[in-house]
T-cell receptor, first 110, second 113 residues
Framework: KQEVTQIPAALSVPEGENLVLNCSFT??????LQWFRQDPGKGLTSLLL?????REQTSGRLNASLDKSSGRSTLYIAASQPGDSATYLC?????????FGPGTRLSVLP | GAGVSQSPSNKVTEKGKDVELRCDPI?????LYWYRQSLGQGLEFLIY????????KSGLPSDRFSAERTGGSVSTLTIQRTQQEDSAVYLC???????????FGQGTRLTVV
């Protein structure tokens, strides 16, 4: 059974810092891995999808890396802004089901 | 529509009543997922539809829960004889095919009183 952990559980930083959010998963036989953000009381917004054959994906200030063999993914956020404040969720998928981590709650202070 | 649409956005029901939650996926998306997020908890997989294949129902918590997808598009999640522990946000997602990027709706917040 896939288990996902995310470190840190919460993070509070001043605006402008570069951030690293970590995700670990126990079953490396994944099809892909997707990063989402969730704002309070809202649904999930897709950030990046990495296929199992890929090492990283970039979108704007976001970069996600995947080390499938070691069961790790990292989300880098460059030059953080207050609008980045949200919960960030990591979800490795087997092609039919995503298993979600507990999330990292990020607060970026102006 | 441009995104995944769910209705109602909020539902309050009495214990023991049946409820139906609706999901309109992005047009043309063949894969559809239902998840549940209880207060302070992570997302819990419920069911997965892919095209005309038999759905993966492995996440449904009890036989009071069922879901169908008509015509490969709209999906309805039905909860019979609701219990207080069913209170949660029910989220629907779709993707254009198996293993591709999933897009979520805003969810239905279900409160059983």
């Amino acid at each position: 059974k896939q288990e996902v952990t995310q470190i840190p559980a919460a993070l509070s930083v001043p605006e402008g810092e570069n951030l690293v959010l970590n995700c670990s998963f126990t079953d490396s036989a994944i099809y892909n891995l997707q990063w989402f953000r969730q704002d309070p009381g809202k649904g999930l917004t897709s950030l990046l999808l990495i296929q199992s054959s890929q090492r990283e994906q970039t979108s704007g200030r976001l970069n996600a890396s995947l080390d499938k063999s070691s069961g790790r993914s990292t989300l880098y956020i460059a030059a953080s802004q207050p609008g980045d404040s949200a919960t960030y969720l990591c979800a490795p998928g087997d092609g039919q089901n995503f298993v979600f981590g507990p999330g990292t709650r990020l607060s970026v202070l102006p | 529509g441009a995104g995944v649409s769910q209705s109602p956005s909020n539902k309050v029901t009495e214990k023991g009543k049946d409820v139906e939650l609706r999901c309109d996926p992005i047009s043309g998306h063949t894969a559809l997922y239902w998840y549940r997020q209880s207060l302070g908890q992570g997302l819990e997989f419920l069911i997965y539809f892919q095209g005309n294949s038999a759905p993966d129902k492995s996440g449904l918590p009890s036989d009071r829960f069922s879901a169908e997808r008509t015509g490969g598009s709209v999906s309805t999640l039905t909860i019979q004889r609701t219990q207080q522990e069913d209170s949660a946000v029910y989220l629907c997602a779709s993707s254009s095919d198996r293993g591709l990027e999933a897009f979520f709706g805003q969810g239905t917040r279900l409160t059983v009183v």
